[in-house]
């Protein structure tokens, strides 16, 4: 492993001392075209300008022989100022034409010659993002206008991702589990990547980075660009705003309560509860050095509140329907009653109360033009989110324990459960007069995912009535040390060339995962009983003699998970992975209207030796999946395998003039796993 890190980074050495901007993310636009005389006849090295009219940032490079251009790692958006000039001929001008994240706008000039009268030409407000010649396979691109007019009830990138046709909703596409997404933003990796929920943010249920940050959002479901890899769902990549010339910014106060919510919907009386919903938050971005320096910030604050339970206790002989269930209050107050008196021990409520969720997140991004060569862009994102989560359904004996029709819980025994995000990327375009470009990206990402306890460290009890669950009391049984934090190291690079016909892109991307997880359920023991009649006699039977080794009434199933490890250590579950992926690709212009794509790439991941060794398991004999006796080490990660994707893209543009235009292609497209099943293992 050591020798095939060192080749990877071997290659890293030579490729950044040169210098398009993809690999697991988009994070630019690109511009090309084709400048020709009015014969039709190509002008090799003519000068061609493209200026970022609100920034002044300048992009520029010269034609090649054949007369066609390339300008790569441009900022999306606009408007942009084409300029284009060549001895012997008349300066033309482009203007008002805006760029889309991930495509190229093709933008083509036929120069008159000095002398010849030539009449004014002004384009207004030109997007080529549908008919990009860069388009291949399906993709989604939502803008900034959209995002600005479009309603949304959370502020979340899932209220617009969902825009994609092939989306089926919680950020899902085609079907997929959305953990195979790979979602970024500004080109670096920015997932939950233990696999415990599909998006960071989600499991607080907030968005971790604002929607006011945002400039655009593209979805890719097959890229048959080799650069775009890391999913077997979707490609979810946005780019953040960045500061221009001029100062601004805007500030936001968000409220929705029950007061919003309609009584009827037809004929039908519309019940709701109080809950109360709010968000405020800035954005501001300017110049520090005018058309050099940029700054972009943004704060927001959410704050939501809404009913633990739409569930209520039976007065007594109340029906048991719509949110009346069959529990008694007075068996909630007796037992609660008892709890706080014999042990000391607070339930808390079982009804009436609020969950809360916290969300506080902050962003900050400089964009520095070096030089018309080379432009950088650092951005540091913060989150810190948490929620009340309602105590979890698992190995119940009786059914849901959870608040239901049959079955109430007390607030303590729910949980909090918390999540922070720490990350930062910067990234460098370079442009080397046209013929080459290089695109990198180094970041870094902590998150941490700890849960919290509601109450007090108690066992957790389930009572049941006529088999069912009837009332739960107690400490969560999944909370007890449960912790997880992890990291993630990145490094990507593109090194691109620019042919006559062919655009050829090698690259390669090198992430670091470090999990450390600690999943320890039911230390703090399980107890479950028929009824509440058993519970009271086996509750006062140890109450009189705490030492009895028989208690006069059995609980249904008692449950205690202890460490073994020397000193009851904490269970921690290290997992350690390297994601190394190299990549080629092919561009080839065919015909003016026709553009052929072929690459293929690979990715290996490399695991530590971070499992336990169990000597007794290896010496047990087990049969595998042809009936052929086997045994298994329980320290043995998976081994490096190879995972090829070839893939082939075409773009043909009928007729030439962008009304009609055929794209597809085939590929095979490979993806992380949910890293907590490999974690699950080791533990």
Do not use: C
């Amino acid at each position: 492993m050591k020798k095939i890190l060192l080749v990877v980074f071997s290659i890293l050495l030579v490729l950044i001392i040169q210098q398009n901007s993809y690999a697991q993310g988009v994070t630019t636009a690109s511009m090309t075209g084709f400048i020709q005389d009015d014969k039709g006849e190509g002008l090799p090295g003519a000068n061609v300008v493209a200026i970022h009219v609100p920034s002044g940032t300048q992009y520029g490079t010269s034609t090649q022989v054949n007369g066609r251009y390339n300008i790569p790692g441009m900022r999306t958006g606009g408007p942009y100022k084409v300029t284009v000039s060549f001895v012997g001929y008349k300066e033309q001008i482009k203007e008002n034409i805006y760029l889309n994240l991930g495509t190229a706008a093709n933008v083509s000039f036929t120069m008159v010659e000095d002398g010849k009268e030539l009449s004014e030409v002004v384009v207004t407000a030109t997007r080529n993002d549908v008919f990009s010649s860069e388009r291949t396979g399906a993709a989604t691109n939502i803008g900034k206008e959209a995002l600005n007019s479009m309603p949304t009830l959370s502020r979340s990138l899932n209220d617009f991702t969902r825009l994609t046709p092939q989306a089926s909703g919680n950020g899902t596409f085609g079907g997929a589990d959305n953990r195979f997404n790979n979602i970024t933003i500004d080109g670096s990796i920015f997932n939950n990547s233990f696999g415990l929920a599909g998006q960071p943010g989600g499991r607080t249920n907030t968005s971790p980075i604002s929607l006011d940050a945002i400039e655009e959002v593209q979805v890719s479901l097959a890229p048959y660009d080799v650069r775009q890899a890391g999913f077997t769902g979707a490609g979810v990549n946005a780019v953040t705003k960045s500061g221009t010339n001029e100062l601004s910014g805007s500030m936001f106060y968000n409220i929705r309560n029950q007061q919003f919510v309609g009584t009827k919907a037809k004929e039908n009386d519309v019940i709701t509860q109080d809950f109360n919903n709010t968000q405020y938050g800035f954005r501001l971005g300017g110049p520090i050095i005018k058309n050099k320096l940029f700054f972009f910030a943004n704060a927001e604050i959410e704050r939501r509140s809404s009913p633990g339970t739409n569930f209520r206790a039976n007065t007594g002989g109340e029906t048991v329907t719509g949110n009346v269930t069959r529990v008694l209050q007075s068996d909630l107050d007796q037992l609660s009653a008892f709890m706080r008196e014999r042990f000391n021990y607070e339930t808390g409520p079982y009804q009436g109360y609020n969950n809360e969720l916290k969300g506080d997140k902050f962003l900050i991004k400089l964009d520095y033009n070096i030089n018309d060569r080379h432009k950088l862009s650092v951005r540091y994102t913060w989150l810190n989110s948490q929620s009340d989560i309602l105590l979890s359904n698992s190995t119940t004996v009786g059914g849901d324990r959870r608040s239901n029709l049959n079955s109430l819980n007390y607030k303590n025994s729910n949980y909090i459960q918390g999540e922070k995000i720490r990350s930062i990327i910067g990234e460098l375009n370079s442009n080397f007069k046209g013929k080459f470009s290089n695109n990198l990206i180094i970041g870094y990402t902590y998150q941490n995912e700890d849960r919290v306890p509601v109450g007090q460290f108690f066992p957790l009890i389930d009572i049941l009535q006529g088999g069912q669950n009837y009332i739960s009391l107690g400490f969560e049984p999944f909370t007890p040390n449960n912790k997880l934090d992890y990291s993630t190291f990145q490094m990507q690079d593109n090194l691109t060339y620019y042919g006559r016909k062919h655009t050829i892109t090698g690259g390669f991307n090198v992430e670091r995962f470090a999990f450390n997880n600690v999943f320890f359920p039911f230390s703090n023991g399980s107890f479950a009983y028929n009824s509440l009649q058993d519970f009271y006699s086996a509750a006062n039977a140890f109450l009189t003699n705490p030492n009895a080794t028989v208690s006069p009434v059995q609980a249904r199933r008692y449950r205690l998970n202890y460490s073994a490890l020397p000193g009851g250590a904490e269970p921690v579950q290290p997992t350690r992975v390297t994601y190394v992926g190299a990549y080629l690709q092919d561009e080839f212009q065919a015909a003016e209207n026709f553009k052929l794509t072929f690459g293929v790439r690979f990715d290996i991941p490399f695991f530590d030796n971070t499992g336990y060794r169990n000597p007794v398991v290896e010496g047990l004999t087990f049969r595998d999946e042809t009936n052929a006796a086997t045994r298994y080490s329980t320290d043995k990660l998976p081994d490096p395998a190879i995972l090829w994707s070839p893939r082939l893209g075409f773009n043909w543009d009928v007729f030439n003039n962008k009304t009609t235009q055929i794209r597809g292609g085939s590929g095979i497209f490979t993806g992380r796993p949910a890293f907590v099943w490999i974690s699950n293992q080791i533990g």
